[in-house]
């Protein structure tokens, strides 16, 4: 079946210091996939999206995604983490005309 | 403002005893869905809806009943709910059609217990 698998129910990252967060896919055909941020009490926020073309997707919040067809990933990435970016993060998949979500990360932003 | 407005944000039930959550958007889109969030299992689909008078099952679709008879309006109805439906659940919508590249504007959510 085609998914999204999120291996890390929780990632703790220091301020100041670079963060991913992992994301692998098993789908048929060209991929569409997403990134999407709950913040506390608040409903998902959209943060990047691949269809196709550059390997490397720029989003909201300084965020980026790099889309590697290899190894079947597309990891969430940003080069200095705020406290601010603590959150839930959902790694998405198009299937058909449904969008599938993995399981979600928590990160935790240390001061 | 674009958004997508649910209502009851929060909600105390009965096992049985019908409720509807409402969902409405003001960006005429034309897709509409319903998940639900647990714990440890992420967001689930129930229904979706490709455009006015057109719904399709998700991934969890039991005990869920959606209609879509306006293009803004996408209610939620559960006839008989039991303490299993118990959860949070969003609804979103999202360009339609070719258009639709996946990317979907959420409500804030609607915590339901049942009792």
């Known amino acids: 079946a085609q998914s999204v698998a999120q291996p890390e129910d929780q990632v703790n990252v220091a301020e100041g210091n670079p963060l991913t967060v992992k994301c692998t896919y098993s789908v048929s055909g060209n991929p569409y996939l997403f990134w999407y941020v709950q913040y506390p009490n608040r409903g998902l926020q959209f943060l990047l999206k691949y269809i196709t073309g550059d390997n490397l997707v720029k989003g909201s919040y300084g965020f980026e995604a790099e889309f590697n067809k290899s190894q079947t990933s597309f990891h969430l990435k940003k080069p200095s983490a705020l406290v601010s970016d603590s959150a839930l993060y959902f790694c998405a998949s198009r299937r058909d005309d449904k969008i599938i979500f993995g399981k979600g990360t928590r990160l935790h932003i240390l001061p | 403002e674009a958004q997508v407005t649910q209502n009851p944000r929060y909600l105390i039930t009965v096992t049985g005893k019908k409720l509807t959550v409402t969902c409405s958007q003001n960006m005429n889109h034309e897709y509409m869905s319903w998940y639900r969030q647990d714990p440890g299992l992420g967001l689930r689909q129930i229904y979706y809806s490709m455009n006015v008078e057109v719904t399709d099952k998700g991934d969890v679709p039991e005990g869920y009943k959606v209609s879509r008879k306006e293009k803004r309006n996408f209610p939620l109805i559960l006839e008989s709910p039991s303490p299993n439906q118990t959860s949070l659940y969003f609804c979103?919508?999202?360009?339609?059609?070719?258009?639709?590249?996946?990317?979907?504007?959420f409500g804030e959510g609607s915590r339901l217990t049942v009792l």
């Open positions: 979103a919508s999202s360009r339609g059609g070719l258009a639709n590249t996946g990317e979907l504007f």
